[in-house]
Structure formats: structure tokens, C-alpha cells
């Protein structure tokens, strides 16, 4: 028989457990729903010019090998009333043929200015100190909707003298701050007819149906309803007045997403490997070996003997060698967070290009839990 003292210490035992198995469980962090959606209609929309920098310090393109930036001088100069007479051929070297990237906001309004990136199109050196002429920036419908020009700033430096370069960053595109003015708008209609489409940045089900509770919570029952995992219709106030401040209030809702898929991002051209905290690793044995080829050329001159009528003959000895580093095989314990499975990992005493290897013929064996993502 239980004594009634001993099953009430052993019931405050486990309360105390489940106190402190609670205090050290992950928080669940809420986040205001404009970080997890977007309002659809309201977007950026990219434009792009063609146009000329000038003022460089003989940095600019060889107009030889780059007769588009010649043409496009003579037809600035004609609009002008500049008459450049045939057969003369231009050697300007201040001039470079530039392309004009920026992004018009949404709701930008007309007087608005905006930045834009400036990138050499010809073989310009450097666009150091250039100022950029009035170039206009087009849209995917080819009309104009903002004015570009004035003085770039350039983050780089470099000089060079006899063969020899030293350059620190880049020196073939800059940024031109506030460097364009909106000249026309782009129409964005949020709330038509009395609705409004929400779009989650990532598809899931869950994440869909709790933003419809705490919509519903706010503004009450009806007001929102989930299409599919992504899209969101909300019913909005017609008043236009009405609107905005329902938007304000839509946007600072929080919301608990639910957790995140397992996936290890890999980048194929560095070698970065990058993986969030869902993953999982299963146990497994793993062994890994590296391969190198070591090619050492050392040249030698082979001179004839005296009064021979030998040549002297140049040549060139390689010497090449191979090693391989013998992997032995290592256990990787199954683990249920991201700090043991780095842990795991880093054993294996593998760079990160053949953590690559690793990790697909894991995900092959099955013992990695978590989708691979390259790219």
C-alpha cells in the first residue's frame, strides 16, 4: 500500500518537473502579420535606362571597341544643335555608356525622388566622379515614369602604372542617391469592391488559419477566410478613409506562425551551408576521405657544350603527386537540436564543400531529417 505522504512527494516532484520542463521549452514567438504577408496590389515595380556618364577622368570606354557610345553621343549632341561632321572620329575617353536600374515605390507620386544604381555597359575603367545626364527610366510597358540624372558616388578606389593595378571594390557601378524624379504614377487598387487579397510569403496551412483566427478576433467573426495556404480574402470598409486605418490595424496583428520545414540551404558556387533550427539528424556512421593532386613545374634550360652549335633549349619538369587523407569512420549521434547536430557535423573535421558530399549522401541514407535546397 501507497503511504499518502510518499505519493504526495512524488506528485510535487513532478510539478516541480513540469515547471522547470516548461521554463527551459522553446518560447513561441508571435509576429505581426505585415512580416508574414504582403497586401496584394501593393508592389515595386522596376525600371530601366540607357544612358551616358560623363566627367570621368580618362576612365571612360574605348570608343573603338565600343561605337554604341559614340552613337549615342552624336545623338545627344544632334538633339542639342550640335552638327558633328562626317568622317570625324571621336577618341573621347570622359564618356561611358552606363545602364539605370531603379525601383518605383508603391503609391510614389509625381516630384517624388528616388535612388538608382548606375553599371558601366562598355569597358570603362572607372565611374569614379562621372555625372550621369538626364537618361529616362521605363517600365515594363515601355512608357516613362521617372527622370534620372546628377553625380554618382562610388564606394571603390583603385590606380595603376606600368603593368601594375590595385583596386579596393568595385568601380564599374555606383549609386546616384535620390538621383531620379517620378514623373508618372502606377495606379495600385487596394480593397476594390469592398475586399482585399493577403498573401503569405510562404505557403502553409496552419500559418494561413491562425492570421484567419486573429483577423476574426479583431474585426469579428466573417471578416476573413482562407482561400488556399497562401492567399487570405478580408473584407475591407469602402470608404477609402475607412481603409487605411483598417490596413494599419490589419498589419499590426500578431500572429504564431507555425514552426518552420526542416531544410539545409546549400550553395553549390561557395560552398555556404546554411540550415535552420528544425533540423534533425537521425544516427548514423559516417566516413569521409579527401582527395589531392599536387602538380609542382619547375623549368630547366639545357645549355649545349662549347663549340658545339648547340641552341640553348628551355624545357619544363613536372612533378606530380597524390594524396589522400584516410577517413575514419565516424559516429554522428541522433540529435534533437540545431547546436548537437553542428556539433555532430563538425567531428567529421569536413571543410565546407565536402560537408556538401556529406550532408546529400546523409539525406540519400535517410538519416538526415530536413529537404535540401540547393542553390
Do not use: W
Not at 139 to 155: K, P
Not at 322 to 344: E, T
Request: proline share 4%; glycine share 10%; aromatic share 2%.
Amino acid at each position: 500500500m501507497t503511504h499518502p505522504q510518499s505519493s504526495r512527494t512524488s506528485c510535487r516532484f513532478a510539478a516541480i518537473a513540469l515547471g522547470i520542463a516548461c521554463l527551459f521549452a522553446s518560447p513561441v514567438h508571435a509576429e505581426r502579420l505585415k512580416e508574414l504577408a504582403t497586401i496584394q496590389g501593393v508592389r515595386d515595380n522596376p525600371l530601366i535606362g540607357y544612358g551616358l556618364m560623363v566627367g570621368l577622368d580618362g576612365t571612360g570606354d574605348q570608343t573603338m571597341q565600343t561605337p554604341f557610345t559614340t552613337q549615342s553621343l552624336n545623338n545627344m549632341l544632334q538633339q542639342l544643335g550640335i552638327t558633328i561632321p562626317q568622317g570625324v572620329n571621336m577618341q573621347l575617353k570622359n564618356v561611358a555608356a552606363v545602364m539605370v536600374t531603379a525601383t518605383l515605390p508603391s503609391f510614389a507620386r509625381p516630384g517624388q525622388a528616388i535612388d538608382v544604381t548606375v553599371s558601366s555597359m562598355g569597358n570603362a575603367k572607372s565611374l569614379r566622379g562621372g555625372t550621369l545626364l538626364m537618361t529616362p527610366l521605363k517600365g515594363a510597358d515601355g512608357a516613362v515614369y521617372a527622370i534620372a540624372q546628377g553625380n554618382m558616388v562610388v564606394g571603390g578606389a583603385g590606380a595603376s602604372a606600368n603593368g601594375s593595378k590595385v583596386q579596393i571594390n568595385q568601380l564599374s557601378s555606383g549609386r546616384i542617391p535620390a538621383g531620379a524624379i517620378v514623373e508618372r504614377t502606377v495606379e495600385s487598387t487596394v480593397g476594390g469592391e469592398g475586399a482585399l487579397t493577403v498573401e503569405l510569403t510562404r505557403s502553409d496551412f496552419g500559418t494561413a488559419q491562425r492570421a484567419v483566427e486573429a483577423i476574426n478576433r479583431q474585426f469579428g467573426f466573417g471578416t476573413a477566410d482562407a482561400v488556399d495556404a497562401r492567399v487570405i480574402q478580408v473584407r475591407a470598409p469602402q470608404s477609402p478613409q475607412e481603409r487605411v486605418g483598417f490596413l494599419a490595424r490589419l498589419e499590426s496583428l500578431e500572429v504564431t506562425p507555425t514552426q518552420a520545414v526542416a531544410r539545409v540551404v546549400i550553395n553549390a558556387r561557395t560552398g555556404s551551408v546554411v540550415m535552420n533550427q528544425a533540423v534533425r539528424v537521425s544516427e548514423c556512421a559516417v566516413a569521409h576521405g579527401s582527395l589531392s593532386v599536387v602538380i609542382n613545374t619547375e623549368p630547366v634550360v639545357s645549355q649545349p657544350e662549347p663549340f658545339s652549335r648547340g641552341r640553348t633549349v628551355e624545357s619544363a619538369v613536372s612533378q606530380i603527386s597524390v594524396n589522400q587523407a584516410g577517413g575514419a569512420l565516424q559516429m554522428v549521434r541522433g540529435s534533437a537540436s540545431l547546436a548537437d547536430v553542428i556539433k555532430g557535423l563538425n567531428a567529421l573535421g569536413a571543410n565546407p564543400q565536402d560537408l556538401v558530399s556529406i550532408l546529400q549522401a546523409m539525406k540519400t541514407a535517410g538519416a538526415l531529417r530536413a529537404e535540401l535546397e540547393i542553390i
